[in-house]
């Protein structure tokens, strides 16, 4: 418990602390108030029951010579009208005192979510590598809320409705300490035994549910992303009964979270209607007359009324505390890995958030070797490329050898174990985001948002800082101008979820468009054209072809084809390169090479 309380306060902004304390404040007037409205209710029942009693009261004289109030009906009407404003004050006190309570809540939801959505945007790339998405969309979706809204509140409305259980209870037993007493260890045991009871189950499913509700989104992820191959296999049952044993143990925890809920308040109910008929028992025993009784009773139904949704409250929230403390654990685990920066609420929208790190001479590979932080072997060995700018680069070489490490490597995704590459002489480590922001990257699949066409060019950017005359000229290198021209509604046609409305082909071009449309140097395509058949690769290769020279050009292929004008082809094979040199030196020299060469043609 106090473990989650420290994380909490982790994952809170820092100038919360004071935040919290100016809202527990507020909280204790709005339990002072609860007391007040309480102690009004049995006064306002002696005045009933015999207002000229009060007239002799010595130290109330001035009242009735302040407001001119001299008979008992005067007295009833004003006393009413004193006690429904009281109330009334109260009541809208704390109405407002809820609103701030929700929307500092609720607000905590939204800056927990932005700030770990902001933490796994800016992690390294590693940390995507070993990582589930499922489990990273259910933090950003569902435990950011349930920090805030089943974690934070709780502690908050305990501390609140401990405020004012102790408030009332004090009052209580300052005008009846002995029947107050009695009710306390009544109460206390019984609430005591009930919690002791549930406590552990409570923690059981809570930690249960967190990872099954991980485990949802997974195989629903799983199951629609195979879709295709799970129909054409007849695998669908394969994926229900997944989610089915999945829901399960939710179901039991759901339910037993609900049953312990719901119970607590006729439980507290049965308690509470015992206690007033033993506290009227015990005071018709203790030999008082009924007219002295009344006012008593009436301050403990008053008390009684507040104090039961306060106790119902508190042990529910207790519940909700015990059982929803886990959700803390992984939000607090991955911003403890990437950072606990905050983001300012407002940050404005900083797409160029580096100078490009302009290339003059030279890419440089010096000695890499390369390991993955979950592998055993280095998957590069002793890698040395140097590439001159304006050059056409082809690597080819069987799956696995490492070929995208290399260039997971130059685009700074990843960092080198041992040996360095540098831009000029200037090591891309210290210079990954200017370096990157001059780099085109045109992956093998795509990846396409489900809006337009030029949204998808210019990804990530919003519409009125899109420059039409970039967007045009990418348009054009990538050779999709006469496809756009020819669709009804042009750029903005929109390309369906995953580009479903769009061929393979065009596919690849929008994502070429996507890559030239802020002008880099230097330009990446890993694997970008082997998912395509030849004839349709022949005219993606053309619209890359016409930029050779402008543009400094690695490529990554399978097929030698494809690298065949390159100036220079590094065979990889198992993380070394075998052999360097253009295709014709490449014939002379490589048996490997000749060998794929011969499988081609
Ligand atoms: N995230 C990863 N974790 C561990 N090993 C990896 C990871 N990604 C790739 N590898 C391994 O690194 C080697 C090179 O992979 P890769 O660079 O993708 O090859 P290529 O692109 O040439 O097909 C392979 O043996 C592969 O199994
Ligand atoms: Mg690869």
Redesign the pocket.
């Known amino acids: 418990m106090i473990e989650t309380v420290k994380k909490l306060l982790k994952i809170l902004p820092q100038n919360d602390r004071g935040k919290l304390l100016i809202l527990f404040l507020m909280m204790l007037v709005g339990s002072i108030l609860e007391v007040f409205g309480i102690g009004m209710v049995p006064v306002f029942v002696s005045v009933i029951q015999d207002p000229d009693r009060l007239f002799e009261v010595r130290k109330l004289a001035f009242i009735w010579d302040l407001t001119g109030i001299s008979d008992s009906r005067d007295l009833l009407v004003y006393g009413s009208v004193a006690l429904v404003t009281i109330f009334l004050l109260k009541n809208a006190y704390m109405v407002f005192l809820y609103y701030i309570e929700s929307k500092y809540i609720y607000k905590r939801f939204g800056i927990i979510a932005s700030n770990l959505f902001d933490a796994y945007m800016n992690a390294p790339y590693?940390f995507h590598?070993?990582r589930n998405t499922a489990e990273l969309i259910r933090n950003v979706t569902n435990e950011s809320r349930e920090i805030a809204y089943n974690v934070l509140r709780p502690i908050l409305l305990m501390g609140m409705e401990i405020i004012m259980i102790i408030s009332i209870f004090g009052l209580l037993l300052y005008v009846e300490p002995t029947i107050t007493i009695i009710a306390l260890v009544l109460l206390g045991g019984v609430g005591g035994v009930f919690l002791r009871l549930i406590k552990k189950r409570m923690r059981y499913h809570g930690k249960r549910a967190l990872k099954e509700r991980g485990r949802i989104i997974q195989i629903v992820n799983e199951g629609l992303g195979g879709f295709k191959d799970a129909t054409v296999l007849n695998r669908q049952d394969w994926f229900i009964q997944r989610i089915q044993k999945t829901i399960h143990p939710l179901v039991k925890a759901l339910t037993f979270r609900n049953i312990t809920d719901k119970a607590v308040k006729p439980g507290i109910e049965t308690i509470a209607i015992s206690g007033m008929v033993l506290i009227a028992v015990l005071l018709l025993w203790q030999g008082r007359t009924v007219s002295a009784i009344i006012p008593v009773l009436s301050l403990f139904g008053a008390a009684t009324i507040r104090l039961m949704p306060a106790l119902r409250n508190f042990i529910s929230q207790y519940n909700q505390l015990r059982y929803n403390s886990y959700a803390v654990n992984p939000v607090y685990d991955d911003l403890h890995e990437l950072g606990f920066k905050e983001i300012k609420s407002a940050k404005s929208l900083n797409v160029n958030k580096a100078d490009k790190l302009k290339l003059k001479r030279r890419i440089d590979l010096k000695n890499i070797y390369y390991k993955?932080?979950?592998?055993v072997d280095e998957?590069?060995k002793d890698v040395s490329i140097t590439i001159q700018k304006g050059e056409a680069i082809g690597?080819i070489?069987?799956?696995?050898?490492?070929?995208?490490?290399?260039?997971?490597l130059i685009l700074g995704l990843l960092e080198p174990t041992k040996g360095e590459i540098l831009i000029d002489g200037v090591n891309v480590k210290d210079n990954k985001e200017s370096w990157q922001s001059n780099i085109g990257y045109i992956p093998q699949f795509i990846y396409l948002a489900d809006t337009s066409i030029k949204q998808n060019i210019a990804f990530g950017l919003p519409d009125d800082q899109i420059n039409e005359d970039w967007l045009w000229e990418a348009v054009k290198a990538a050779q999709i101008e006469d496809m756009v021209k020819r669709l009804p509604n042009g750029l903005n046609t929109m390309v369906g979820e995953q580009g479903t409305q769009l061929s393979g082909g065009q596919r690849q071009r929008v994502g070429i468009a996507r890559a030239l449309y802020h002008k880099p140097q230097v330009l990446i395509m890993?694997?970008a054209t082997s998912a395509l058949d030849n004839y349709t690769e022949k005219f993606v290769l053309e619209a890359i072809e016409s930029l050779r020279g402008k543009r400094t050009i690695l490529t990554?292929a399978?097929r030698i084809t494809t690298v065949q004008n390159c100036d220079m082809i590094y065979l990889?094979k198992e993380?070394q390169i075998l052999n360097r040199g253009n295709y014709e030196e490449l014939i002379n020299s490589s048996e490997e090479f000749r060998r794929m060469n011969l499988l081609e043609s």
Not at 372 to 375: D, E
Not at 397 to 408: E, F, L, N, V, W
């Open positions: 590693t590598l070993r993955y932080p979950n592998s998957v590069l690597f070489g069987p799956s696995g050898a490492g070929k995208t490490t290399i260039i997971d890993d694997e990554i399978h990889i993380g």
